[in-house]
């Protein structure tokens, strides 16, 4: 299936990684680059912008291909503001691209275009990639309500979501939220998008480096099994239900639940220890609806062949 994203972005096929929080490591980010996809490492992983040079540094030894620095910028919940350190650290590393979200783009954009860098916007709404769109960027990747970790705050899915950013802008869009195999290929590709970004069923991959107990959880799950919490703190998310999500979610019952409340059960610093003992009960687990349709633990090779298989398959039988 040819996609001019591709030659875009300089990528074998229109497949993008999701950013992962504690995640998207330079391991995952190789795998699925040296898979012909757009691997991206996280750079909240990293403190400093030393550290995230120093994961660039990783990834490009262990792949050659065009892979992505994912920098979100959600300062009300990150401590300390290192956005431009990490823009910085794209530019003298002469990443390929670099994916923004969580702000306005407009102030990097230009910078990142300096250094020879393609810039991807992730919006969960029309407005938002309109605004990117008109700031410069290069393409904008969007995620209906049904993706895992941040939908945003309109509850739009991607059915309706993904040709109405489409129709709105004159770049290249990669569409999200909900897509696990081929048939979202075909179907993001109907609906006008030019490549997918496949955030849960990455996680349930040989390469992915959570504990194990997260993909078997995975594995037992259905469409039914996510649930959207932090609406009360204007930050919502999709997780796995689990006792830690199914708390917060009692908690905002509450009359006026604060961020002080909230944030215990949300931490990174918590999840990020759940991810690593195994506890899958113990912190939230972001994960789609997708989750649903996910069976199996394959490598992330193995996800992007039969992905790119099954969406020719598709799109012949359609015919
Ligand atoms: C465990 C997990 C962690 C995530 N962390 C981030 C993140 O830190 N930043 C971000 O932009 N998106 C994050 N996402 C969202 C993904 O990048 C992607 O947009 C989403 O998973 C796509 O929807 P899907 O899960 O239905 O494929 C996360 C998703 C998951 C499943």
Not at 130 to 157: H, I, L, M, Q, R
Not at 228 to 242: A, T
Request: charged content about 20%.
């Amino acid at each position: 299936m040819y996609s001019p994203l591709c030659d875009l972005l300089n990528i074998q096929y229109p497949i993008m990684q999701g950013a992962f929080q504690w995640l998207a490591t330079p391991d995952l980010a190789a795998a699925v680059s040296n898979a012909g996809g757009l691997g991206t490492i996280s750079a909240s992983l990293y403190k400093t912008k030393d550290e995230l040079l120093d994961a660039i540094a990783r990834t490009k030894a262990l792949t050659d291909k065009t892979f992505c620095v994912n920098i979100s910028m959600f300062p009300e919940v990150v401590e300390g503001e290192a956005t431009w350190d990490f823009i910085h650290a794209c530019c003298e590393a002469k990443v390929p691209v670099v994916e923004l979200s969580g702000r306005e783009p407009k102030e990097f954009v230009p910078v990142l275009h300096e250094a020879g860098i393609k810039v991807i916007h992730k919006s969960t709404a029309v407005r938002f990639a309109k605004k990117a769109a008109a700031a410069g960027v290069d393409v904008v990747s969007v995620v209906g309500f049904e993706c895992g970790g941040a939908p945003g705050n309109d509850d739009v899915t991607s059915m309706v979501l993904i040709p109405a950013v489409v129709d709105e802008v004159d770049i290249p869009v990669i569409g999200g939220g909900g897509v696990c195999d081929g048939r979202g290929l075909a179907a993001m590709r109907a609906l006008g998008a030019q490549g997918v970004v496949l955030g849960t069923r990455f996680m349930a991959t040989q390469e992915c480096g959570i504990h194990p107990n997260f993909k078997e959880k995975m594995l037992e799950s259905n469409e039914l099994s996510t649930i959207v919490v932090q609406r009360s703190i204007h930050f919502p998310h999709r997780n796995l239900k689990n006792e830690t999500t199914l708390q917060v979610a009692e908690l905002e019952k509450e009359e006026n639940p604060t961020i002080e409340k909230i944030f215990p059960y949300v931490s990174g610093k918590r999840q990020k220890a759940c991810y690593d003992s195994g506890d899958t009960e113990g912190g939230v687990f972001p994960c789609g609806e997708v989750v649903g349709r996910i069976h199996d633990i394959p490598t992330v090779q193995e996800v992007i062949a039969r992905v790119m298989a099954e969406a020719d398959a598709v799109l012949s039988a359609l015919k």
